[in-house]
């Protein structure tokens, strides 16, 4: 915990923080200091000046009777006053040859101990020098109770300081320590690990909910890897020992051999288109094909896509038919687009029937923009809704007919490049899917 960023941060701030109040100090002592020291000198000058008014007044007389006076007074300040010779005439200060002006003079007390004063000596009429001073240890009294507030105010906030980092940096580190800890458990395999939140909406809060999403992204995207996996190796498992029969069988009869070949190549390109669609859905959800989104016409793709079928349709004795108001704008890839109207079409036309009408809708309207193909063939059980987009997942477990169950896990892939939601609904009879895109910016 002591080599911690937070308790070195806790430090930093503390010391930062003391380091302005020592200069906060040094500027108010110095501030109070300076005013203490004129309101000192005023005092004193104010009454050198009212000692001297005394003079002009009641003259010399008046002014040792004044000085006398003063003297009595507790509190009072110190007074001096000299004859024109030099000779003390009244005051403790008179002893004292101090020079006209400012000047500090050492007096000693009744009780023997001395004090500085600080005295302003003035000339009066007819040779006089009169004296005013008072006690300095009154500033530095003053000096040493606001150094000592300052004292007391440093130390509070440095033992407030370091106690305050200490807890602070105590609680991160447990946080952080539970993050770490649930990294640690994550590369050692538990993949349902998660960081605790607590609920305070903080910055830490906010990393482990992020974090949080982040796991449960990578532990969805490996549920969905192993399921692959294991839907290749049981896709592929049928095809590759049917593909390795004919071969063996081949090899038994060299004259049937043209022919086995020939069996063992469809097979061989069965297989091929299987990995060929696994890599486009890859490169789909890789988000690669972003780039190529340009503002696209949905009923001009249906539109396409419908008279690319409605041979198809007309053979198999069923009706294709589009409706579509208008232009429906959205950003995408045309291409990609395309082939998910492909794909949709090609299930309704395998799966709704012959004598089936399958409708091609491109909407735009105040819910959205859209593509929907509905049927009124057999429908899908509701159960099978949820795993129908899965890779590899058929309706037919047997197995019987052409196809890899990928084609829906590529409409899937398509619809999420471009921030559409696709839904089923039971058509009552027959299935719905509609495909709602986003609303351009």
Same mark, same amino acid.
């Given at each position: 915990?002591?080599?911690? &960023?937070?308790?070195? /941060?806790?430090?930093?701030?503390? &010391? ?14 110095? $501030? ?11 005092? @004193? ?19 040792? %009777? ?33 020079? @006209?002006? +400012? ?22 009429? =007819?040779?006089y $020098? ?9 500033v ?8 000592? *507030?300052?004292? +007391?105010?440093?130390l ?26 649930t990294?640690? #458990?994550? @590369? ?35 549920? !969905?890897?192993? %399921?692959? !996996? ?12 049917? /593909? ?12 049937? !051999?043209? %022919? ?13 288109? &299987? ?16 780039? *190529? ?32 108001? =208008? ?33 091609? +809708? ?9 593509l929907? @193909? $509905?049927?009124? =063939?057999? *429908?899908?059980?509701?159960?099978? +809704? ?6 590899f ?6 197995? $019987?007919?052409?196809?890899n =169950?990928? *084609?829906? #896990?590529?409409?899937? #892939?398509?619809?999420?490049l471009?921030?559409a ?21």
């Amino acid at each position: 915990m002591f080599r911690s &960023t937070s308790l070195r /941060l806790a430090a930093l701030y503390t &010391t930062g923080f003391a380091l302005a109040v020592v200069i906060l100090g040094m500027i108010t002592l110095s $501030s109070t200091r300076a005013a203490l020291t004129a309101q000192f000198d005023a005092r @004193i000058a104010s009454e050198a000046a009212a000692l001297a008014e005394e003079y002009q007044t009641e003259g010399l007389n008046g002014v040792v %009777q004044a000085v006398r006076e003063r003297d009595r007074t507790p509190g009072a300040l110190d007074y001096g006053l000299k004859g024109p010779n030099g000779v003390a005439m009244v005051g403790r200060l008179a002893a004292n040859a101090a020079p @006209i002006g +400012w000047s500090t003079a050492s007096v000693r007390h009744r009780g023997g101990e001395s004090e500085t004063i600080r005295v302003l000596t003035i000339a009066l009429p =007819g040779g006089y $020098s009169l004296m005013v001073g008072d006690d300095e240890e009154r500033v530095e009294a003053l000096d040493g109770a606001v150094l000592r *507030g300052f004292g +007391w105010a440093f130390l509070g906030v440095v033992v407030l300081g370091v106690l305050g980092g200490y807890a602070l940096s105590g609680d991160v580190h447990r946080r952080l320590a539970a993050i770490s800890g649930t990294a640690e #458990a994550i @590369i050692d395999g538990d993949l349902a690990r998660r960081v605790p939140v607590r609920g305070s909406d903080d910055d830490l809060d906010r990393l482990a909910l992020t974090f949080n999403r982040m796991l449960d992204r990578i532990a969805a995207l490996m549920e !969905s890897l192993n %399921q692959v !996996s294991n839907d290749i190796a049981h896709d592929m498992r049928t095809p590759l020992t049917r /593909l390795r029969q004919k071969l063996e069988a081949g090899l038994a009869t060299p004259a049937e !051999s043209q %022919q086995v070949l020939e069996a063992g190549l469809t097979d061989l390109d069965s297989i091929l288109e &299987t990995f060929a669609a696994l890599l486009r859905i890859a490169q789909i959800e890789g988000g690669a094909r972003r780039a *190529g989104f340009r503002p696209c016409d949905l009923s001009e793709v249906a539109r396409t896509v419908v008279d690319a079928f409605a041979p198809s349709a007309e053979e198999g004795q069923q009706t294709l038919t589009l409706i579509a108001s =208008g232009p429906v704008m959205v950003e995408g890839d045309r291409e990609l687009l395309t082939q998910m109207l492909v794909n949709l079409v090609e299930n309704a036309l395998r799966h709704a029937g012959a004598g089936a009408q399958i409708a091609v +809708w491109a909407v735009g309207d105040d819910a959205g923009r859209r593509l929907e @193909i $509905s049927d009124n =063939g057999p *429908g899908v059980p509701e159960v099978a +809704w949820e795993r129908l987009f899965d890779r590899f997942y058929r309706l037919e477990h047997s197995r $019987s007919t052409p196809g890899n =169950g990928l *084609g829906l #896990a590529l409409v899937a #892939a398509i619809a999420k490049l471009h921030g559409a939601d696709v839904e089923l609904a039971d058509a009552r009879p027959g299935l719905t899917v509609r495909v709602t895109f986003p609303r351009p910016a």
